[in-house]
């Protein structure tokens, strides 16, 4: 198994949220209503700051830790390729929140293989925190479909279990 740096695992993490962007900024252009135009746009947006907020939160990780070699790195398919997502012109506000759901709860699978996976409690403190962080942007997904009359409350609740 190839020997990864800390740092190489959170820009491969950065990175997916900023493919992640560009994915629901090009879906926007095509989407037909109005509705999820907006829901990607919002969408598209949050990732560009999850991928700044995890670029800061890559300066602020001690050098000690950014440095530190993982013995086994992360599972490949867990952070899955977004251009496997198929999602067409015509899509519901509702086929966009399960994809972005999907794409958070590939996040979160993310980070708890790899805090499960290394031995150094530093490193392994560091992907606990992300992982929180996930869990937390999924609930706030959640709660702003629903404030913004996106998705009845029943259809988010049942998306996250």
């Known amino acids: 198994m190839p020997f990864n740096q800390t740092k190489d695992v959170l820009e491969q993490a950065r990175k997916f949220h900023h493919k992640l962007s560009e994915f629901y900024e090009a879906l926007r252009d095509s989407a037909e209503k109005e509705r999820t135009r907006a829901l990607l746009d919002y969408l598209s947006r949050h990732e560009q700051y999850l991928e700044d907020c995890l670029k800061e939160f890559m300066q ?17 398919s867990t952070l899955r390729n977004i251009r496997d997502f ?7 506000v509702e086929d966009v929140v399960a994809a972005a759901m999907h794409f958070d709860a590939c996040l979160i699978k993310f980070y708890r293989e790899m805090a ?10 560091v992907f606990e ?3 929180v962080m996930e869990e937390h942007e999924q609930i706030e997904l959640s709660k702003t479909t629903i404030e913004l009359g996106l998705l009845d409350e029943q259809l988010v609740v049942d998306e996250t279990i």
Do not use: C, F, H, W
């Open 60 to 76: 602020e990780v001690s050098r000690n830790v950014a440095d530190s070699y993982l013995q086994y790195g992360p599972d490949a």
């Open 116 to 125: 499960e996976k290394t031995q150094n409690t530093k490193v392994r403190e």
């Open 129 to 131: 925190n992300l992982l």
């Open 86 to 92: 198929k999602i067409k012109p015509s899509m519901e």
